[in-house]
């Protein structure tokens, strides 16, 4: 049924959604105190209970988004392509939804919302499954769906919170292989591994981001502080934020320096390789453990290496494949970058933190897929649909 | 290293494999021989055995489906799509190979050849799970692939056999997610429900085919015969073959006797509804459970609809989602058929034995998929693949 809306009716129904969500404001910002509340008495950092808190700016912008939902090319019904066999028979590919989701994530309420309408718009019903702490919140957002729905006279179901507080439950609707067609979790490995070893259904993951950035020996180096700060520095709890920094040699004691001071400014913590730390002296030795981990803080491990191979063999072995960028003037250094590297998003010249839905223009993103099969890097409604073939023929049979 | 080698490079190796195939039947039917001796020990049915057996046209055949995949186009490195941001960074899209894939099959050693060569194309390491009773061929097909590889210094390992002989050691292999990108089961429920259970990497079934044809009340009858007996007759042991049939109420009394005149002299069982039986006196009565049923044999089961809702209805509630077709001439009732069964084939005026890699111009197919992520239906080598995002920059830095 869902599948089959008329694409201006799914505007409609968005749009009345969030001239809804802006209306309800009050009722949301109460719901959210008591999940506030709840936070502060189990003893929630300042940054989480930042991330949870609801005002009226962030619902504005949560009901901007939902109208910027509305505006996207409708992703269902499209005829993908189209040919006709030498028999004559006439083969289309159309693309369909998927059916029903699952969305298993922490943090933010607005994920509630994105994922919502993401998923109204592309056909699908969709389970949520956000965190206990924003527990009332996900539910004021969630029942705002559900009532425009509802006057449309559209299963309320389409947008379902799931209620439960357990893990056990999660459990439970990870074996429905016959209900639910796809699960997508984002969030820790705890979570990550969790699903992935219990789904029965497939799984696209939205996992974690140890990002690189190489700065190679034929580097701009005014470009590359540029790049390696911001990359590490504009916003560093996120997953395409860098976590390692590869320096090539010949370059590393010119570029460290000024670089290391850069980053103190903003107060961040350098640990390194043997070579790193004689260039810069002080700072803490990067241990194995360092290579593979996504600090989401303001921490950089940096490692000296002897060449673009040596960096290439770093990001192979300790990376999650999620976006690696090198910084050169060599054209030849670059392609070869590209060409090893097997990451979802590969980048020359630029920070890290471009992988990401709306600026690679997708309008909207569902996450950043971590995974090779069906969606992998930044996710828009592309990664939310299927296909079916439609075959028309006269009378045609095989011989 | 896979990923990489050259266009050139890649066919010249399956070209090399084609013609060692060829010249190696001697060798080839000796290790078939082992197997045909073992499976008639253990009494295997003759059909089976049939299908194990390899002669020098089967080699051949195997050897010419080699050399087309060897003409396919590369799928690797392929632009799918290229744009320009509005801050200038070029972002491209660009297919890779997805890294190592499972694939577990039963049936005929060809598979094993088909399997390999595709995958091989497409850049990724494959290991190969087939069938017991083909053992001792599929070594022998495996053995040739590994020696051309070794020619050319190409890692053997890149086209592996599953040595193992139980089911447990599929067990650990499921666990594997960090060294397996995809699964591919083709085969049994007892297989499928197994490898869905176990697995912690992404699987692509490829599962069966509960394939209905609707007679609809304005179908041309004498076209409605043709596709419902190829659906049917054509070739019954396939998993696009038809199993059920559902005709109008309105022409099933001058369609069903000389439809089931034509199934009789083919020594087909007819089982019906009731309506059904009552046009086709003598015939057994079809159960809930044959409407469920992929008898992948020499039986049908009818039922007689009230109009095309309830033939819908009826696909919806126990088909497997894989081929479905329509007889009208009614093109509104077509489209409206091909707008609710969300089939991964749907088709209008032709016979289900159409939906298949090779009929679609794949070139080739590694299978149907019955999944709805990744790939759905009949699965080319675009099926074996992922893709990266390149972005490229002039220092390009996030604000």
């Not at 289309?92 to 998923?119: D, F, H, M, Q, W």
């Not at 320096?257 to 810069?280: H, K």
């Not at 030795?285 to 593979?292: G, H, I, L, Q, V």
Request: proline content about 4%; hydrophobic content about 40%; charged content about 30%.
């Amino acid at each position: 049924m869902l599948a089959e809306l008329p694409r201006e009716l799914k505007q409609k129904i968005l749009r009345e959604t969030a001239r809804r969500l802006n209306r309800s404001s009050d009722l949301m910002m109460k719901a959210n105190q008591k999940d506030l509340r709840i936070a502060k008495r189990m003893g929630l950092s300042s940054a989480m209970i930042d991330r949870l808190k609801l005002d009226s700016k962030r619902i504005g912008q949560m009901a901007k988004a939902i109208f910027d939902v509305a505006k996207l090319p409708d992703p269902i019904g499209q005829e993908l392509k189209s040919w006709r066999r030498p028999n004559g028979l006439r083969i289309s590919k159309v693309t369909v939804p998927l059916g029903v989701i699952l969305i298993i994530y922490e943090s933010r309420p607005n994920v509630t919302s994105e994922c919502a309408s993401l998923c109204f718009k592309s056909g699908n019903a969709v389970l949520l499954r956000g965190g206990r702490e924003a527990f009332h919140s996900n539910q004021a957002i969630a029942r705002i769906y559900r009532e425009v729905l509802k006057r449309y006279r559209i299963p309320q179901a389409s947008v379902s919170l799931v209620p439960v507080r357990d893990r056990r439950a999660i459990d439970e609707l990870l074996r429905l292989e016959d209900l639910i067609n796809l699960v997508i979790p984002r969030g820790g490995a705890g979570l990550i591994r969790r699903v992935v070893r219990r789904a029965r259904m497939p799984v696209i993951k939205h996992y974690h981001g140890v990002c690189h950035v190489y700065i190679d020996r034929e580097a701009d180096l005014e470009m590359a502080l540029n790049i390696a700060f911001n990359a590490k520095c504009q916003r560093p709890g996120v997953c395409n934020a860098m976590e390692t920094l590869l320096v090539h040699r010949a370059v590393a004691s010119q570029f460290l320096p000024p670089y290391a001071a850069m980053l103190r400014r903003e107060g961040c913590e350098i640990r390194g390789d043997q070579a790193t730390r004689r260039i810069l002296p002080g700072i803490k030795k990067a241990t194995e453990k360092d290579w593979r981990t996504e600090y989401l803080d303001r921490i950089l491990s940096i490692r000296v290496v002897n060449h673009v191979d040596q960096a290439i063999e770093h990001i192979q072995n300790y990376g999650s494949a999620h976006t690696d960028s090198i910084v050169t003037r060599n054209k030849k250094t670059a392609e070869k970058f590209v060409a090893k590297v097997d990451s979802s998003s590969v980048m020359v010249n630029a920070s890290t933190r471009f992988s990401d839905g709306n600026e690679y223009g997708f309008g909207a993103e569902i996450g950043i897929s971590t995974d090779k099969v069906h969606a992998r890097g930044p996710m828009g409604l592309e990664g939310l649909i299927s296909y079916k073939y439609v075959v028309r023929g006269r009378g045609h049979i095989r011989t």
